[in-house]
């Protein structure tokens, strides 16, 4: 950062009066703050990083009351930067505010996936490391711990045999068909014996059943694993508990249970069911009905939902759940998103694969792609069907997509400038700039979204500057208001 546009960032930060999801302020004005662990954690844990700033006065109005010592500080900083594992290298900007006050600000940089948590050393791992949550450091849990441990250590809880599992809780009719599929799909494995296949495959562990072998061939994997099933529910309205006409939470409910392929085929049939159709005559008078949601686009989120879930101990009482509202369909699972990819990354690249054992089988099973094609399909379906883009969100310990059935208008300019509007909105919950928003549109020009889109969102009061003073710096982010 120059010290122009820390001059920028403290003027925003007296203008806006908040501390935000990427910035912390620190007074500093009589010495060190002696607790900078804990923002040093959870800024090195967060995507994209954060920035301390020093010299800033939140209680006083925003006040800038400068630091106590600029050189002195920055020793300081970087002596609490030692303590932390890994270590965290702060990058010092200061400058002189106007009254005379020197303000110091360390911007700290995200650490690789394969080197978090970032946490304070004297504290321990459990006990110092932090994750931000809007302005506030707050302890991890135990779970979202472990969720950066699983990457790291390269856990594969698909492969966690399950002692009190036999050969005998296999169905044998589900097992000869996919040895049958496999030595066609895969013709040098099938060279071996049944035993080694399953050895090899995840399915078992020194012949014990592990997670993969029971929720692919079990005859009842929730035997062993009661919630790792699917809730299946419509709900009344466009929220859960808005009650009916006579008083009833949902129009449908239904626990969905058995192998993954046969929850995947249940979960389709309780969709279909509630769904409406749309009769649509052509001109030589042929019928045919368009489902709400397009089919092949509710069952790739259903599948990868299975596929990807998280199978550790920690989520075993966390079922997945398909909630069909009055105007959109959600997907939710646990586990968030796995290794390296963030939400704007999906479909654009491979990703790191939490269960590839049973995303693997699966191919046999399912004749499935394990090749990253899925959320283009997804998003290739939405449009084809004249629907808004699908919506992805990742938390640390949930994953969720939502398909909305609001369609098209007939002037299909309109209804486009309002689908990007929507997904510019959702992608600004932190700040982006103009480059990275015209990537996520497909649009070559930045020029043309600030014009066409960002600009009368702005007007709206729907998205901000993180510099208003200067609209053409190009240091310019925008975010959702």
Not at 7 to 14: A, P
Not at 76 to 93: D, K
Not at 140 to 148: C, F, H, V
Not at 174 to 193: D, M, T, V
Request: a neutral charge.
């Amino acid at each position: 950062m120059t010290e122009a546009e820390l001059k920028q960032l403290i003027t925003q930060i007296c203008n806006q009066k908040c501390e935000k999801q990427t910035i912390e302020i620190k007074k500093a004005a009589k010495g060190n703050p002696e607790r900078l662990y804990d923002t040093l954690s959870s800024f090195s844990n967060q995507t994209g990083g954060g920035i301390l700033v020093f010299g800033i006065d939140e209680k006083n109005n925003y006040d800038i009351c400068g630091v106590y010592d600029a050189q002195d500080l920055q020793v300081q900083v970087t002596n609490a930067a030692l303590q932390m594992e890994p270590v965290v290298r702060p990058v010092f900007t200061v400058t002189q505010w106007e009254n005379g006050k020197m303000v110091v600000c360390a911007e700290i940089s995200e650490c690789e996936p394969e080197n978090k948590p970032c946490f304070y050393k004297a504290a321990g791992r459990i006990r110092g490391s932090y994750v931000r949550v809007g302005e506030a450091d707050v302890p991890m849990t135990e779970y979202e711990i472990y969720s950066y441990e699983v990457y790291k250590r390269k856990i594969r809880d698909e492969l966690r045999p399950i002692e009190r599992a036999t050969r005998n809780d296999f169905n044998e009719d589900i097992l000869n068909g996919y040895f049958s599929k496999l030595r066609l799909a895969k013709p040098q494995l099938a060279k071996h014996n049944e035993d080694r296949i399953m050895q090899l495959q995840g399915l078992t562990d020194n012949n014990i059943p592990t997670v993969a072998g029971l929720m692919l061939f079990s005859d009842y994997p929730q035997a062993f694993f009661p919630q790792m099933s699917i809730t299946a529910m419509v709900v009344n309205g466009t929220q859960i508990g808005i009650p009916g006409d006579n008083g009833e939470r949902f129009v449908d409910n239904k626990r969905l249970e058995g192998t993954i392929p046969q929850m995947l085929e249940d979960a389709l049939i309780f969709v279909r069911r509630n769904i409406r159709n749309a009769v649509i005559i052509d001109e030589s008078g042929k019928r045919t009905d368009k489902p709400e949601y397009p089919l092949v686009a509710v069952r790739e989120i259903i599948l990868n939902a299975l596929i990807h879930r998280d199978y550790s101990v920690h989520t075993e009482d966390s079922p997945i759940r398909v909630i069909l509202y009055s105007d959109r369909l959600v997907v939710e699972n646990p586990g968030g998103i796995y290794g390296r990819l963030t939400v704007n990354d999906l479909g654009k690249m491979p990703a790191d694969t939490r269960n590839p054992f049973i995303a693997g089988n699966l191919e046999v099973l399912l004749n499935t792609e394990n090749r990253f094609s899925g959320i283009p399909t997804v998003y290739a379906e939405m449009e084809k069907a004249g629907l808004q883009p699908p919506v992805f969100e990742s938390f640390r310990g949930n994953f969720k997509v939502t398909l909305y059935n609001e369609r098209k208008q007939v002037d299909a300019a309109v209804s486009t400038n309002g689908q990007a509007q929507d997904r510019i909105l959702q992608f600004c919950k932190t700040p982006k700039t103009k480059e990275e928003i015209a990537d996520i549109l497909n649009i070559e020009t930045p020029y043309y979204v600030v014009t066409k889109y960002l600009k009368p969102l702005i007007e709206a009061g729907r998205l901000a500057m993180t510099i208003p003073e200067k609209p053409k710096s190009k240091h310019q982010k925008y975010y959702t208001v």
